[in-house]
């Protein structure tokens, strides 16, 4: 009798094909590069730290088109990344954030540029070009990277100087005329000096349109790069200065209306009372139902906000190698900014909120670092200053109708003489204009330190702790301005006091991390970490005239546990799982309060929120199954839960009045999902890159972005909950030796709309900003040497 194999040839091919696959290395595949991070202070393969990384090289970037940061939100899952004040982009890590606007609000997720920490948001973007890399760490760091790092850390480091002469230049042209030109050049000026010089200019007529075709939210901003990098034996010394100025226009806001509509039309009428215009194409309101969407590259704002904004810096690195593998790193740093532009934070068509910024902000930091190398480990002790002031002398603040709509006789009662028509040059708060000044002096001293160390074979055991001593001084006024006696109206008068309070914070801060590495194989790495993460307390200067109490430090506690693994050369699996017990987290959300005059109004309040919980899980698969082909997919999937039975953040405004009536409703925000925590996010890029005769290539890119219903505001208020899916795609021929490359990148190619960001008001409404609408820009770019 003859006996079949149980195998068949037939059946191993498949086997002995998929392996071929699995264990054969392509050169081509960019997104399996090595990306060298400095997440513990040190350069290390991002795949052998234990900490859960996004990053992205110099050569990915470019290779998947990369220009700022609101790309890197397209290929990482769980963050989001808001623009909307153009040059100072918002991060928010696995739903931990803190949405505010004023200068003097640190971010829950820290940016930091060259090794030194941006004090404010609002600094954090101009610099963002000729990147050797982007680092975004997942989950507390303040052990290493120090306070306001609960969310995680955003690291961004520029191209170096180095002793080969090189650079490049790209120029790019797109819709709404949008024009982009970037480029950098550096060699050796000796054996042991190098230098670079990086630029970057863009401008671009606005991607947005208002009822009466002006378009609003362009872009005209200029930033430069300068540095010097000295390497000798054991010492190596680089002077980096930055400048930067961004003269475009405020993205514009829409409104959305709970009360005060017209039901047949569905445009706004009034607004506590006021007219409003409305244009029944693109209403500027909605309600509960959805009835109406005004999201959309139509918005009824006619008031644009020009910038005038200025940022500027000095950084300077010192590394010296004492000897017995001892090491000493000082990183000293100067930046400052100047920034005048506005906000209508209402988006209505009528002169109802409006705000004028005119701050200075001055920021001086220095770090110290001893570190040394172990047989079986490394060590790090630490110091840290900083000190930081933010003088905003002018903050201009008209809410409410224009002077025109006001009785004559009501302004007879504050003024004695009626205003007459065509004055109306400002609005009124509860009658009249008025100035907030606002003046803040933080100063931070840290010691910190960190340790790795092999406890056995395979198994390393990773500690760190860090004190911080914060105090924080301010003082602020609000200056009611009377008509035709104050700043904002023709007449030139003083106006008179309101509100004047100093108030003054400091706090003793601990964060902590304790972890362990563990290799079961040379290319598998399994990591768990407990950490504790500290952002700061201090006052609510964007609304300081309102009395608003200090609010506290939040603290955020996450159990983390997480697998590297590089399955193949073309096979790369990432996962963490997490869970974060946080607590008294900042926030910004709406109250009634009463004003100097027992007035009610509606305002807002950054103040603390009792605790939150978070359940969450990264995936990241990377993977390249042929020559050229490779595919990038990232997901995360959040819980989150408000937990707070005290704290009521929002209020139902029934008859959109902008002060308290008899059926308004307290609103609990206990059980509330946090805001920027989508259940689900999904990215996925393929990417395939094809060898021409003659040295020519031409890579092909789709990538999608997948966010599922989410909210912006703690309030959870319905008509945020959107979910939205964007499409877009990169292609690019490249010449011989990438000497030159010609390319296309269409992003949001379905033209989806959604709102991005927003502010809760009690005024009747609330505004919001949308997204960029479908832009393509094509560019050609030409590397020198």
Sequence with gaps: MIVKPYFRPTAIIPVITLASILFTHWASAALLEEVIVTAQKRQQDAQDVGISISSFSNAQMRSLGVTDAADLADLTSGV????????????????????????????????????????????????????????????PQGTLWGRNTTGGAISITSVKPSQESDGFIEVGYGT??????????GAGLTDNLSTRLSFRYMESDGAFNSVTNDEHGALDNV???????????????????HYAQDKGEIEPTVAYILGSCSPAAGIVTTIGGVPVAGDPEHPSCGNSTKATNPFDDTVQTDWDSDKNNKFYGVTVKLDWDIGNNVSIHSTSAYDGFERLDGLDFEGTSTIYGRQIYDQEFDQFSQELRLEGQLENGFWLLGYYFDDSEVKDPANLTPVGAAYDTIPPDFNAVLTGAPLQPGDGSSSYFG???????????TTVHAAFAHVEYGVVENLRFIGGVRYEDESKKGRHADL????GAGPVNDAIGVAFGGNRAEQETSYEDVSWKVGLNYLPTADM???????????????????????????????????EGGIKWDVTDNFRFNASAYWYDYEDMVQRFSVYITNEFGDPVGAERLDNVEAADVYGLDLELTFAPAEGLEFLVTATFLDTEVDDKVASAGIIDSDGSGGPSAGDTIVSIDGNELPFAPDVSITGVARYLMQLDNDYSVSMQMSVSHTSDHFISIENVPFEEQDHTKLSAHVALMGPGDRWSLSVT?????????????FPSALGGRGYYINTPRTVIGRLSYNFF
Excluded at 746 to 758: R, S
Aim: a negative charge; proline letters at 5%; zero cysteines.
């Design 176 to 185: 709404h005329d949008h024009i982009q030109v970037e480029g950098a050049f």
């Design 223 to 241: 930033a430069l790069r300068g540095q010097f990098l000295l390497e000798t034996g054991n010492f190596t010394g680089q002077l980096i200065a």
């Design 480 to 483: 009611a301005a009377l008509p």
């Design 746 to 758: 269409g992003t949001n190619l379905t033209n989806e709309f959604h709102a991005i960001n927003g």
């Design 525 to 559: 790495m399994l990591y768990g970490t407990y950490s504790v993460g500290v952002k700061s307390g201090g006052t609510d200067q964007a609304f300081a005239g309102f009395n608003n109490p200090p609010f506290g430090k939040e603290t955020l506690k996450a159990l």
């Design 80 to 139: 989001t990344i808001n623009m909307e004040y153009g040059t100072a982009p918002l991060f928010a890590i696995r739903g931990v954030s803190v949405n505010d606007f004023a200068a003097t609000t640190p971010p829950a997720a820290a940016v930091y540029l060259d090794g030194v920490y941006k004090a404010s948001n609002i600094n954090s973007g101009p610099q963002m070009f000729d990147m050797e890399r982007v680092e975004i760490l997942k989950g």
């Design 431 to 441: 009658g009249f204009p008025f100035d907030l000044e606002t003046f803040q002096e």
